[in-house]
Structure formats: structure tokens, C-alpha cells
């Protein structure tokens, strides 16, 4: 990994990709955990074919809070399947950690909307989260360690013995959220994980990936259809377009590294960005629209 | 039951249900009472040597197969009913390994599913017992005839089940075991089966008394020993109360290996039934 390090140093940082100062981090500029570059997906060939994601370009930093909000049915799923490498792009350059992803990379989780059929229900709470480290060759104590731990984290000590089918549908996935946290990711990919949960309970969860991730250091890549929840949680919003989808823009948040469900949502920078998004994706042009006018400009 | 138990506590509300329950269990007790005397003075009246009365039955199946005051096995607990579980146990046992092993490997290939799916529905009408001719042809009068007929037999249920359970994992499970980079081997094994392990149970509870029909049915031609034999026999040589105590001990046995069976599939299906019950 030293290796790969070295290969992208401050001048490989393609210009213009991000205006912002780097925050201060003892490694210095922050490494591109996962870089997407012109990726497209069709599905089908022939005149049947519909093509799905048009051209992504964006990029994740280490450390980074990144969401993607679009209109629904622009292929955010897709999208993500793809950058978990469950799917093979059909075209464009995708790369983790400067290695083209061609099958589930290393040092990746999930966790899934549907917390019902990711977790597996005839598993406890705790073997749950254990499941995924037993093949990282972890001694018993470690691996007890980062269960403890990570249960500890999402507030579900004293769960572990339950079964996940006990647990409310909020709880579950923080269940998920554990289990991801335990097999201690480079990045965590997270796709729409609290669209089927109550709003109230969601914005308790929402504050808990905040908190984890703070407490983990943990890079983040949050897909939702919420405008509100993507502006909240992120460090910068990748905002797509309709069918055959592209990426609109990719906004900037500004609103610090602390947030609350009240204060953030007041502040005049969080309104002014989430009008923004909201009228982009209202608004939002089909994909190879956008590409056409972007060509002829 | 007993789980239950340890679980509910008593409060003033549940005491009705709890009542309800007893009265529930009496009755049952009380039918059951009920229905052997009526049996037993019925035949008393009748007086017909084709129809023993119940405590002769009994009497004649503690005589035939509880050991003896010198505590050794009867010679028909040698000769028929240990060879006969032996055999309902071996058959059941290819079965169930031949139905989940096959069965998942239709289910996860697609093409041999689309091959196999129709002849398998075909050779699942086939009576087994229809069958009995062709295997005592090519395997001749011996044990391993009447195991491999049971085993034939009775893998339908499993097979079919097996294949419809893991046909029915959801795609999402086998993602996540992808995105963690589960091995290919803990996949099948702690991941597909385990969750297809209910439709899997289900089979192999049906086939165990497929398992026990055939079992008799495959000792009762062209054999010297089984529950089958010794049924054929009593009723040969009119030794009526014999034929009788050999079905009384087929219900026996079917019913103590069902509760056998129950029981692993309540250890192993624990998490089911937690589940049902939400708590906080």
C-alpha cells in the first residue's frame, strides 16, 4: 500500500478536481481513496440496450464524507454496485486505491437498505458482526475486541445475544453499521441505508454514522434520494442527473465537521446548498442532454 | 414446551391463557384415556380372536421385544426391529446428503436446473414402492436393496426442497457475502444453506416417514428379518396378537423418530422462533 502511496503525490492531484485547502492532516494531502473516472454502464446490447450511467466522473479522499442525491431511478444503485465491484462497469476507469476494481476489493463494506436481507437472521447480533472478520486471520481477543467495540459504537451493547429478527428495523441496521465498522473498512459504502426507516429514528442514525465516523476515521460514500440527509452528513454532494445519468455537479459543504439536527439545518450556508441541490434535481436534464450541450459549449 | 415455560412469567394476565392450557392437556389426556377403554371393552364383548384386546396387545409387545428378566434382547429386537431401524436409518440418512448435496448443486447451476427440473417432477410421481421390483433385480435379496430403495424413495421431499430453499436465498445475503469476500466454501455453507436450512428441515420431516413406510414395505417380500418380515409372518401363521404388537410398535417408532426429529429442528431452527417474539 506504501507503494501505491508514492505513486499519487500532490502533483498528481488533477487540477481543479479540489479548489478547497486541504484540511490539516498529519499525513499531509489527503490520497484519493477511490477515483471514478468517464464510468458508464449499459445494460443490454443491441437496440435494446439502455444505458444507465452515462459518464461519472468524481473522486473520494481519505477521510472524506462523500454523498451522491439524485432523482429517483438515476442509477445511484448501479452506480454503487458498480464501485463495490459486485458489477463490472461496461465502461471508463475505476480504481481503489490506484488498483482497477475488477471484483470486490479489499478493505471495503457495505451496508444496504434492506437490512432484512443483508443481515443474516439465523446468526446472533454478535455473530452477526463477527462473521465477516473470521477469514482476516485475527487472534480470538482482537476479534473480540472489535466486536465489543464496535457494538459498543452503533449503542447496541447488551444486544448480543439476540437475534436480528428481534430488533426494530432502526436497530438492525445499526447492526449493519457494526458489522461494517468491525471489519474496519478503508471505506464504507452505504446505499439509501435509511430509506425504510421512520424519521425520527432516522435522524438518530444519521447523527450515529457522524459520530462513527469521526470515531473511526472512516471514509465514507453515502448514496440516499434524501436532498436534506445528503447535504447534513457530507463534505461534498455529487449531485447526478437523469437517465442516461451523468454528474451535474459536485457542491462543497462548508458547515465544519460538527453537526446538529437543528443548528446545521438553520445555518444559512446548509439552506442556500440544500435550495441548490433541490433545484438541480428537480430540475435535472437527462444525462446525455447535459453531455450535448456540455460538448457544444 | 419446556421453553416455554422457563420463559413466560406469571403474571395476573397470563393466568387464564395458563388455565386454558391445563384444561387443554386434560382433555387430551382424558380422550386418549377414553378411547382405549371404549377399544378395550369393545373387544372384551366382541370376543374375537381378530380383534385382541388392547392389554393383550401389549402384553404381547413387552413379551416380543422388552429385554427379558436376564436383561439380554429378545431374539425379535435382534432379528427384526434393530435390523429394520438400521435400515429405515441408513436409507433415511443417504437421503438426506444425496437430496441436499443434489439439490443444491441444481439450484446453483441454472442450466442443470432448466435439464432437470421436468424429469425430476417425473420421477417424483413414480410410487416408490412401484420400484421395489426393478431394485430387488439388480440388487438381489440384500440389505443394501432395501436401503437404496428407502434412500430412492424417500429423497424427493428433501431433494425438491432443498432446491426450491436455496432457489430462494435472497440475492442480497449472497452480496453481502461478496462484499465481506466470504470464501466460496463458507458461503455454501454458513451462508446458502443456513438460509435455506427451514425449507431443508421441512423436507427431511416429510421423507422420515416416507423412510419408515418403505422400510416395511421393503421387508415384507423376499426377506428373513424386519418389522415388515415379522408382520407377514404373524399374520401368516395367525398369530394375530403378533401382527397387531408389530403395528403398535410402528406407531411407536414413527412417532418417537418424528419427536426425535422435532427436536433437532427446534435446537437448529432456535432462531426462528426468537425471532417471532419481539421484545422490547
Redesign the interface.
Known sequence: MTVQLSHRGPAAERPGTDPTPPTPRPEGPAMTLLDIDHLTHTYGTGPGAHMALADITFDVKQGEFVSIVGPSGCGKTTLLRTMAGLMPPTGGDLRFLDQRITDVPEGLAMVFQDYRGSLFPWLTVESNVRFPLQHLGLDKAEEQRRVSESLEAVGLAGNEKKYPGQLSGGMQQRVAIARALAYRPKIMLMDEPFASIDAQTREDLEDLVLKVREQFDMTMLFVTHDIDESVYLADRVVVLSKPSTVVQTILDVPLGRHRDQITTKEDPVFIQIRGEVARMIRNAPAGHELLAERRSA | MSVNTTTAPVTPGTQPHAVRRGLSIATRWIVLVGILVVWQVSTMLMDNPFFPTPVKIVQKAAVLWLPGPDGLLTRSMRLDVLPSIARALTGFGLAIVAGVALGTAIALSRRLEGFLDWILQFMRAVPPPTLFPVFLILLGTTDQMRIALIAFGSVWPILLNTIEGVRGV????I??S??????PA?RLF??IL??A?PKILAGVRTSLSLALILMVISEMIASSSGIGHQLVQAQRSFAITNMWAGILLLAILGYLFNLILTLVERRILA??R???????
Open positions: 435472497r440475492p442480497l445475503t452480496e453481502t461478496r462484499v465481506f469476500r466470504i470464501s463458507r454458513e451462508v443456513p438460509s436450512g432462531w426462528q426468537e425471532s417471532g417474539r419481539e421484545t422490547s
